[in-house]
């Protein structure tokens, strides 16, 4: 790109508000804009996408999508006092920070980025409106009526500050960067002067508050364009260097960790949600600085790059990312202001996050690239449910980013990695297996058992409590995408015990207020089996329970007990809440007889041994149980759970099943397995197989399972005990593989992340210790194996792996 400010630049003044426009030319200021302006060359090709034909699908069909939004657009601007669209008022009568004054302020960020479309479908070929002068008129038009009106270095902010500082000088500096050649000097100076009003130095001076992860990334890149802009080489460099608080593993607050949590505003798991925006945002950015004055160098950016596959790739699967991680976001159906009515899920979250991978690898690693390319075109070939060039709210960028993946013939697709990941720090678990894959989703003294805010998610509350979730290989992956959020009774999620005590909207207080005091939350797994335990206090509450899930090869194994309440209302725990999408003729057989496919249907299942659901899975019940199942219509409205969702009624079919406690119980308990993907055949046979299972305890104190065929033994020690051939002094998890080789390995975590020692005891003959961590103080081999571990409080729940040679 050529540029008629060649030899000339803007330089910072002293203060942020003051700008001074250079008219001297020496070599190195020369030298500096050519720079600027390879990087504002850059940004646009970011901006809009290479290597895709206009004439091809689907980019033909989007760019013309584009040119008809533009121009509706265009032809219902209107510009006033107080707004720039007649739908989008921005002017606040009364502006503080209350939810009015956060519409207002979300307005103004909506206007500025009605204007990026205009400005893209300028740009872009095959809009229809490529060059257009009077779409052109209308940019400009509208940039100016907003820097008088509101965005400008004399007005003071209301509303929502992400509308100030991240979402409205975003879209503005990109309209900048792709009308450059249409913007004065005069108007650049006065769009970067409101841009330092509102996001100056100050904002990134310290890693705290609104400036940390996600947010801090998306604040450099406003600083970054703001730079490129306005031709401020401080500019650049502060928001390369702000970068580097993102990069180091954190051992609290906001960031990724070690074992490949991620948390956004101090206690919400987001990996799905923020994680994407931090992604997505280091990509661009990296690509952006790579070969400049201001290339990111700082050697930690390698953990972004290991966080791919330690981070993000575990919850990926077969395109979509898992809601365990995903916040309010899964509120977001369809937004009542959305013309096009389109369905925001987990495959439409899931997919830009392929695309950042893809931008990302390019700074990555050959070896890395290559892995990560193949990981991508896996997930993208097996999306059966939402194929990703067909997602409508995908833009053209990230769509030729995949695009160039799935045409690369020289990368193989890389199937599904199996095992188990364990996220102690975010009180997390995913779970995966040829044919399936699971997650868990639990509440402690640190991470919230749901997080509300900004009239979303109002009634997330017992996504924490323990909530399983499932899909197949090649069934089921709309399970949670089909309108499930808004039609489920949130009362009766998957996997959960929960009071049926009445909570109002959003009850517990925003951005993730609602932490349970528990600390006995986590587990231990060797990477392909796991055992975990809950300690689960009820969300507004007096219920108390303890939950376990011992996650083995075709089976989860969920156990309660010591459940009890006290809060004049029934309790229940749902084993299984499917959304069977809008007709619901699944079959449904429990103990070999098929029940009525009519709804409304309910029956007391008396003595059951096992059920299964057509196209789905199997349930067993061990020794038989007393389980409540229904089928049931379901009517809802995304504006139940959103404020800014649409109020149009869903109806959705569900077949439920739960153990139905009692109002009040002082002792309920419950066992059951899980067999995704099983068929009635194979789930008959799992029930009469009754030495396949030993539930070795399943108390308030301990509770725990064996499985001799498997060499399995897991235990959750609540308080320390004996439990089959194990004995703990003090709360603790334990998880045994003995494998075929004459060798087990032991795993033990403190999920408390108290004990200052421990000593376990394992009642078989042991030659001798192959490995222990240094947290093992010493260890005792012979007709019994006897384990004494020092201080694991500092391990963060930790699994602490052993390997022995068995006598």
Excluded at 187 to 210: E, I, K, M
Excluded at 308 to 322: C, D, K, Q, S
Excluded at 447 to 469: D, K, P, V
Aim: with cysteine.
């Amino acid at each position: 790109m050529t540029t008629r400010w060649s030899r000339r630049g803007f330089l910072t003044a002293s203060t942020a508000t003051a700008l001074a426009l250079t008219l001297s030319a020496p070599a190195h200021a020369a030298a500096e804009a050519d720079e600027f302006a390879t990087l504002r060359a850059k940004w646009r090709t970011l901006l809009l996408g290479e290597g895709f034909s206009p004439t091809a699908e689907p980019f033909k069909s989007r760019l013309a999508e584009l040119g008809s939004t533009a121009s509706q657009l265009q032809t219902t601007m209107a510009p006033a006092s107080g707004s720039l669209w007649p739908d989008l008022v921005y002017a606040d009568p009364e502006p503080d920070t209350d939810q009015e004054s956060y519409g207002y302020s979300g307005n103004l960020n909506a206007s500025y980025n009605r204007l990026l479309t205009l400005a893209q479908a300028y740009c872009q070929p095959g809009t229809g409106l490529t060059g257009s002068t009077s779409l052109r008129t209308a940019v400009l038009t509208g940039l100016d009526h907003l820097h008088t009106e509101v965005y400008n270095a004399s007005q003071t902010r209301y509303g929502n500050w992400y509308s100030w500082q991240i979402g409205a000088p975003q879209a503005l500096l990109d309209v900048c960067v792709l009308m450059y050649d249409s913007l004065t000097a005069t108007r650049l100076a006065q769009y970067c002067a409101a841009v330092d009003h509102f996001v100056p130095d100050s904002a990134v001076a310290n890693y705290t508050g609104t400036s940390t992860g996600a947010n801090r990334v998306d604040l450099c890149r406003v600083l970054a364009l703001r730079g490129i802009v306005g031709g401020s080489a401080a500019k650049v460099a502060l928001a390369r260097d702000s970068l580097s608080p993102v990069f180091p593993y954190v051992t609290s607050g906001d960031g990724l960790y070690t074992d490949g949590s991620f948390i956004q505003h101090t206690t919400v798991p987001y990996t799905g949600s923020y994680g994407s925006v931090l992604l997505g945002g280091l990509g661009m950015l990296f690509a952006l600085l790579h070969g400049s004055s201001w290339a990111v160098t700082d050697a930690k950016r390698q953990i972004i790059f290991d966080a791919v596959e330690n981070a993000w790739a575990p919850f990926l699967y077969n395109g979509l990312v898992m809601d365990s991680v995903s916040g309010r976001a899964i509120s977001r159906g369809v937004a009542a202001s959305d013309s096009k009515r389109i369905q925001q899920d987990d495959h439409l979250r899931g997919h830009p996050i392929l695309a950042s991978i893809v931008l990302l690898g390019q700074g990555a690693s050959a070896t890395e690239n290559t892995r990560w390319r193949g990981l991508v075109k896996g997930w993208l070939q097996r999306d059966y449910y939402s194929p990703p060039m067909s997602n409508p709210s995908l833009g053209l960028t990230n769509l030729a980013r995949l695009k160039s993946v799935l045409d690369d013939t020289t990368i193989t697709p890389l199937a599904e990695p199996t095992g188990h990941r364990l996220f102690p720090h975010m009180a997390r678990a995913t779970h995966r297996r040829p044919g399936w894959a699971a997650s868990l989703s639990m509440a402690d003294r640190r991470i919230t058992h749901y997080e509300t805010g900004n009239g979303e998610n109002l009634r997330g509350w017992h996504t924490g409590s323990g909530m399983l979730s499932w899909w197949g290989d090649t069934f089921a992956n709309g399970q949670y995408s089909d309108a499930f959020w808004p039609t489920v009774d949130p009362y009766r999620l998957p996997g959960t015990t929960a009071s049926r005590k009445v909570l109002a909207d959003a009850a517990g207080g925003d951005w993730g207020a609602s932490l349970p005091d528990v600390h006995w939350v986590g587990g231990a797994t060797d990477g392909q089996r796991a055992a975990i335990g809950q300690y689960l206090k009820g969300l507004q509450s007096t219920l108390l329970a303890k939950k376990s899930w011992f996650f083995l090869d075709d089976t989860v194994v969920c156990l309660g007990a010591g459940i009890r309440c006290t809060d004049g209302t029934a309790v229940e725990t749902t084993v299984e809440n499917r959304n069977l999408g809008p007709t619901g003729n699944t079959p449904f057989t429990v103990d070999g007889t098929t029940k009525p496919l009519a709804h409304p249907w309910s029956e007391t299942l008396t003595g059951a041994r096992w059920a299964h659901i057509g196209g789905h899975g199997g349930y067993v019940f061990p020794g038989g149980a007393t389980v409540k199942a229904l089928r049931e219509a379901r009517d809802g409205r995304w504006s139940d759970i959103n404020k800014g969702g649409s109020t149009a009624v869903i109806n959705r079919k569900y077949l439920t099943m739960y153990v139905d406690h009692g109002t009040d119980p002082t002792a309920g308990g419950y066992a059951y397995l899980l067999m995704p993907g099983a068929t009635a055949a194979q789930t008959q046979a799992r029930a009469a197989a009754t030495g396949w299972l030993t539930v070795l305890a399943n108390t308030n104190d301990q509770q725990g399972v064996a499985v001799p065929s498997l060499g399995f033994t897991g235990v959750n020690f609540w308080f320390g005990g004996t439990v089959g051939n194990l004995v703990a002094s003090d709360p603790c998890c334990v998880m045994i593989n003995e494998r075929g080789d004459g060798t087990a390995v032991i795993c033990v975590s403190d999920p408390m992340r108290m004990r200052t020692g421990l000593t376990l005891t394992w009642n078989r003959a042991v030659a001798s210790v192959t490995s222990k961590p240094a947290t093992v103080a010493s260890a005792t081999t012979g007709t019994s194996l006897r384990l004494t571990f020092g201080d694991l409080s500092g391990t963060g729940g930790a699994t602490q792996r052993i390997t022995v040679r068995l006598a």
